[in-house]
């Protein structure tokens, strides 16, 4: 299901290219839309799912129905009269947040105006999408993991629908996307509320001082707004800065983000998700060997898939780029620039992906603050290395200076999941299994096969510009089809095989 979300987006993304291009209008839409979406994965995916499903399991696990209902009552009261309060403040004062979120855009008197307008239109998204994220939180707990999943591809759909047959009713068509967002939190609650009426869990939103239930969730979601959502910061600042260098220089660091979620959202969110709740019952059962072996196997996992998948987007930047998105308003000169970047982002895609796996352990024990001051440290370092990174690049003039964005992004990302995973070893919590030695020989070779087939078999960059899309299409899945095959093979022959795969 996530797989069918990610698809759709990539669509969503691909007719975002085609019809309005990478300008300063996109550039004003995408900060918009990130605003809410990044508080979105701070409060819904983000510290609110992580300190909601450990406690929900918990209840669930040692308590009686009516205990569990009495829980999701206050929660959804506290959440609600939250968000609401939040949400009205910042229509309020949206000239502000776009200062905040995007200072860059200050002296740019029209596109500073734009930024502002939509997004007042697209904040109540993060009210609607954080009650999504909450309904999805009690699904999971019962293994409805699909309805979650699929739940985005309305997002999608009605981004989709905006942009082909809203915006040319605008005056300034990107103002449609906007819209789009607003009818897309709405509908996605919409969807998931009959799934919680057949489990007997619909919500009725009641709000009381001090239940215990609800402060330990409060407690828990404080540093978890931090520790769960580092790499979201990172990419927020990585806008900020953004928002000083030329026009364009935020929506080509928006699309090459877009790919590297693509792979992220596909295998990385789906096992934080899946692992999340089966962590917290083990937990609660005092299960740790069953703990240890699950987060095992789910590391394996991310080194099995991760790794090619990095290795594809970086050997393959271009000709992706060139395939899904160069038509229309989006030139050949926003594709070079977008893949620069989409290399950086690249480099630490199996970073990003640890990160989602690694933290569940500590949520699932309970554990936010330990998360958090290891978010902390990787955000101190990034705002450094952007400014090592990017400061160099415009002073010698360097072209493509939002380049340097994305690469301290990734290096932040390294050293968040290994501290990560120090502190779990050290606390005992994880200890690697038998086989990890031989398992990484298996890796490395394969992906090196892996490598080879593709750079001996890659065409020229200019040809890909001048193909058709047939042409391009074609050309793209056949390279991405005889990696794979090559990658398996090589597994095969290394000794790998399907049953060890298994949890």
Wanted: net charge positive; with cysteine; proline share 5%.
């Amino acid at each position: 299901m996530t797989t069918i979300s990610r698809f759709m987006g990539l669509a969503r993304d691909i007719i975002f290219a085609h019809i309005f291009g990478a300008n300063a209008g996109t550039d004003a839409f995408f900060v918009a839309f990130k605003i809410p979406n990044f508080l979105r994965r701070l409060f819904a995916e983000g510290a609110f799912a992580q300190s909601f499903v450990p406690v929900f399991s918990e209840y669930k696990e040692t308590r009686s129905r009516e205990a569990l209902i009495d829980l999701l009552d206050h929660v959804a009261g506290s959440l609600g009269a939250v968000l609401l309060f939040i949400t009205t403040l910042c229509i309020a004062a949206a000239p502000l947040v776009v200062m905040l979120f995007a200072p860059g855009f200050y002296d740019d008197v029209d596109r500073f105006a734009l930024t502002s307008e939509m997004l007042r239109i697209t904040f109540p998204y993060i009210f609607f999408i954080s009650l999504v994220a909450f309904s999805g939180g009690i699904l999971n707990s019962f293994n409805q993991f699909a309805v979650p999943a699929f739940t985005p591809v309305f997002l999608n759909i009605c981004l989709i629908g905006a942009a082909l047959w809203l915006s040319p009713l605008f005056e300034q068509p990107v103002i449609a996307l906007a819209w789009g967002v607003a009818l897309a939190g709405f509908t996605q609650l919409a969807f998931q509320i009959p799934f919680l009426i057949r489990l007997g869990l619909m919500p009725r939103p009641r709000f009381k001082r001090n239940h215990a239930g609800v402060k330990k969730i409060s407690q828990l979601m404080i540093p978890a707004i931090i520790g769960s959502s580092v790499a979201q910061i990172n990419l927020l600042l990585d806008t900020v800065i953004a928002s000083f260098l030329i026009a364009g220089s935020v929506s080509w660091l928006y699309f090459s983000d877009r790919l590297v979620e693509f792979p992220l959202g596909v295998f990385g969110i789906a096992l934080a998700t899946v692992i999340l709740p089966n962590l917290s019952k083990q937990h609660a059962n005092k299960s740790a060997d069953d703990f240890n072996h699950t987060l095992d196997w789910a590391l394996r996992l991310v080194m099995l898939i991760a790794v090619p998948a990095a290795l594809g987007l970086l050997l393959l930047s271009a000709p992706i780029l060139t395939t899904l998105f160069q038509y229309g308003e989006f030139s050949q000169h926003d594709s070079y620039m977008s893949s620069l970047s989409l290399m950086a982002y690249a480099l630490g895609l199996p970073a990003f992906i640890f990160i989602k796996v690694l933290a569940p352990a500590f949520y699932a024990r309970q554990d936010t603050k330990t998360p958090m001051k290891i978010a902390v440290k990787a955000m101190t370092a990034n705002m450094f290395l952007n400014i090592a990174f990017v400061l160099p690049m415009v002073l010698l003039q360097y072209q493509a200076p939002h380049v340097g964005l994305a690469l301290a992004t990734s290096a932040s990302a390294y050293l968040n999941a290994a501290l990560l995973l120090s502190a779990l070893k050290q606390q005992q919590i994880y200890q690697p299994q038998a086989g990890w030695l031989r398992f990484s020989s298996q890796i490395i070779i394969a992906n090196s096969s892996l490598a080879l087939s593709i750079l001996y078999w890659l065409p020229a960059l200019e040809s890909w510009s001048n193909w058709s899309l047939s042409a391009r299409i074609l050309n793209l899945l056949a390279l991405i089809a005889l990696a794979a095959l090559i990658y398996l093979l090589s597994l095969l022959l290394c000794g790998m095989r399907p049953h060890q795969l298994k949890r």
